[in-house]
């Protein structure tokens, strides 16, 4: 079974720096999807950024970007120029792209990031 | 509305009752996927609905909770006589489907259930 690692319960930042929040995962599949997801204390799921295994090039979006070490299965998130409403759990999760395989995605415990001003 | 939508936002109850919890998805979605979330975790899958068909309930810890979705859209989880290990955030998300496609999951905001 996939599992989702994320060691870092907690991380700051201060406002306008650069934060990265690591994510490991185990799996035997070649071709896979990675997914971040914001929790804000509004307790929405948002999605902030996904990721194809199948794809070298790394995701971005905006200020997020992702560092995708596939030999290493490792998903990192890095978010630039952090602004106080940046400030929430965020959630690494994995899905098979294996045609008739499961739907579901596979969440880590999630890091709660805090920005400081 | 334009997002997945869960009904109640909070629902308290003594233990040993039952619960019934709604989800809207978004419409046009074809997918259906409900999670918990204990504090401090992160969601664990329960079940998926491919239309109206269950495709996947290996996550439903035990024979009382259960889920339908009987016409392709709105769907209900049901948990018969409630334990307070049942306490947690229940997620509704929904997804265009085509299986196999990076489809995104978009999540509700979730019902928060407290077991006295």
């Known amino acids: 079974a996939q599992t989702v690692t994320q060691s870092q319960p907690e991380m700051s930042v201060q406002e306008a720096e650069t934060v990265t929040l690591s994510c490991t995962y185990d799996?035997?599949?070649?071709?896979?999807?990675l997914f971040w997801y914001k929790q804000p204390p509004s307790r929405q799921m948002i999605l902030v950024i996904r990721?194809?295994?199948?794809?070298?090039q790394n995701a971005t979006e905006n200020r997020f970007s992702v560092n995708f070490q596939k030999a290493a299965k490792s998903f990192s998130l890095k978010i630039s120029d952090s602004q106080l409403g940046d400030a929430a759990m965020y959630f690494c999760a994995y899905r098979t792209r294996l045609q008739g395989g499961s739907e579901k995605l596979v969440f880590g415990k999630g890091t709660k990031l805090t920005v400081n001003p | 509305g334009a997002g997945v939508s869960q009904s109640p936002r909070y629902k308290v109850t003594k233990r040993g009752q039952d619960v019934a919890l709604r989800c809207d998805p978004i419409s046009g979605h074809v997918s259906l996927y409900w999670y918990r979330q204990a504090l401090g975790q992160g969601p664990e899958f329960l079940t998926y609905f491919n239309y109206e068909a269950q495709q996947d309930k290996s996550g439903l810890p035990n024979d009382r909770f259960s889920a339908e979705r009987p016409e392709g859209s709105i769907s209900t989880l049901t948990i018969q006589r409630t334990e307070q290990r049942d306490s947690a955030m229940y997620r509704c998300?929904?997804?265009?489907?085509?299986?196999?496609?990076?489809?995104?999951?978009?999540f509700g905001d979730g019902t928060r259930l407290s077991i006295l």
């Open positions: 799996t035997s599949e070649s071709d896979y999807y």
């Open positions: 998300a929904s997804s265009l489907g085509a299986r196999g496609r990076n489809q995104p999951q978009h």
């Open positions: 990721q194809e295994a199948y794809k070298q």
